[in-house]
Nanobody
């Protein structure tokens, strides 16, 4: 069973940056599309960015131009570079396949203050 471990979250001020990492226990190369998801308090978990095995990326409008997803298949790791952070980006961030068929892990908390 594939295990995912997210890291890199923290507390930053608006306009700041964070880089999240998602390490997989097995090769993610076999997983065609990986995604980053987030869940804010009281809201559902939504996908915000995805990347195919060939590097094709997709973003929701709210993060487009500010977030960058990437993957290193040799390191079994997927990244999310987050720039120009806003308070509304505050959430727990998760990675998973797309669709999210893998077991969810605990995620990493991102808190953005004014």
């Amino acid at each position: 069973q594939v295990q995912l471990v997210e890291s890199g979250g923290g507390s930053v001020q608006a306009g700041g940056s964070l880089r999240l990492s998602c390490a997989a226990s097995v090769s993610v190369f076999s997983i065609n599309t990986m995604g980053w998801y987030r869940q804010a308090p009281g809201r559902q978990r939504d996908m915000i960015a995805s990347i195919t095995s060939r590097g094709r990326t997709n973003y929701v409008d709210s993060v487009k131009g500010r977030f960058t997803i990437s993957r290193d298949n040799a390191k079994n790791t997927v990244y999310l570079q987050m720039d120009s952070l806003k308070p509304e980006d505050t959430a727990v961030y998760y990675c998973n396949a797309m669709p999210p068929l893998l077991q969810w892990s605990q995620g990493t908390q991102v808190t953005v203050s004014q």
